[in-house]
T-cell receptor, first 114, second 114 residues
Framework: AQKITQTQPGMFVQEKEAVTLDCTYD???????LFWYKQPSSGEMIFLIY??????QNATEGRYSLNFQKARKSANLVISASQLGDSAMYFC???????????FGKGNQVVVIP | NAGVMQNPRHLVRRRGQEARLRCSPM?????VYWYRQLPEEGLKFMVY????????ESGMPKERFSAEFPKEGPSILRIQQVVRGDSAAYFC????????????FGQGTRLTVV
């Protein structure tokens, strides 16, 4: 079974600043994928970024980057140059290779202030 | 190319009634996953279906909940005799195959039991 831990309290971030969202995980699977999703107040789940456990480099997608530290079992999301539209809940998730059943953390609330 | 379509977006049921939630996967996707999001929580896996088959229902409550994905038509998540604790957002995701591919989420159905 997989376990995802997101324990940061809600965060206020100044517009244009960077923010790091913490995620640690626990799994016995040797191969797995890590995901971050954004859930704005409208409720939909928006895929942001993916990191495979065997990827040598940290994933980046535009203003999103994933700080993957395999030995520490952490997969922190970094959002650079925050925008007001980044205000949302952010969920870390993982699945073992070979299936698409995702295990989610409880989320981090981010509010970007002008 | 429409994404994953869920309907209704919002559903209100009285205690004891039945709730039917529909999910039409993306075109070409034959794998469907249902997740439940309780307030202030991350998504929890419920069931994984392929056309006409339930592959994994390890996350489904033992009673009152059922799911199907018929040969023709959308996948249905059915909750009989709803109780207040069933109030949640229910998300459907689809993928073209099982394995190392991204699952795309619908916008969710918010069920409120009054």
């Amino acid at each position: 079974a997989q376990k995802i831990t997101q324990t940061q309290p809600g965060m206020f971030v100044q517009e244009k600043e960077a923010v790091t969202l913490d995620c640690t995980y626990d799994t016995s699977d040797p191969s797995y994928g890590l995901f971050w999703y954004k859930q704005p107040s409208s409720g939909e789940m928006i895929f942001l970024i993916y990191q495979g456990s065997y990827d040598q480099q940290n994933a980046t997608e535009g203003r999103y980057s994933l700080n993957f530290q395999k030995a520490r079992k952490s997969a922190n999301l970094v959002i650079s140059a925050s925008q007001l539209g980044d205000s949302a809940m952010y969920f870390c998730a993982m699945r073992p290779y070979g299936n698409n059943r995702l295990a989610f953390g409880k989320g981090n609330q981010v509010v970007v202030i002008p | 190319n429409a994404g994953v379509m869920q309907n209704p977006r919002h559903l209100v049921r009285r205690r004891g009634q039945e709730a039917r939630l529909r999910c039409s996967p993306m075109k070409g996707h034959s794998h469907v996953y249902w997740y439940r999001q309780l307030p202030e929580e991350g998504l929890k896996f419920m069931v994984y279906l392929q056309k006409e088959n339930i592959i994994d229902e390890s996350g489904m409550p033992k009673e009152r909940f059922s799911a199907e994905f018929p040969k023709e038509g959308p996948s249905i998540l059915r909750i009989q005799q709803v109780v207040r604790g069933d109030s949640a957002a229910y998300f459907c995701a689809s993928s073209p195959l099982e394995g190392n591919t991204e699952a795309f989420f619908g916008q969710g159905t918010r069920l409120t039991v009054v």
